[in-house]
């Protein structure tokens, strides 16, 4: 990402260059934001990054969604956001403990999410419950015209 700080240059492309992923702000500064700190509202300042750095695109998932309540509403935020700026990849958050699979497979299906962005310890689910399995199983079938795989 593009910072305001430019002494902060040769660290990400030391990290790009190793291929380590570079996280952006989980929340925003709102008391005392000094000129140089950047904001995750910049989505079009990470594309140009993108672009100078020679990298093709990257995935991005919204941090504001993992603090709602249903993560969709951040979910569809993000890809609003993202609409016109291909090369930042849109990945929704998604906590199959919300809810049916059938709904959360339908809302990623309306955002044409082509990857998902799990957080079991933040939701406190695990990645073997039913929910989960039950969830990924279609989503798999979707995405990939792959039948539930066999678990026995």
Known sequence: MVSRD??????MRKAIELGIPVLHHAWHKTVDKKPDVSDPREPADLA???ETEKIDRTLVSSCESVSYPDP??????LFRRLEDLPKLLPVPVVNPAL?????????????GARALALLPSYYGYSLHGSDVALFMDAWRERLFGLEKRDTS
């Open 72 to 77: 969709h509403l951040g979910n569809e935020e």
């Open 48 to 50: 140009r990054h993108l």
């Open 99 to 111: 809810g049916s699979g059938r709904d959360l497979l339908e809302r990623t299906r309306r955002l």
């Open 6 to 11: 430019r002494r902060l240059d040769p660290l």
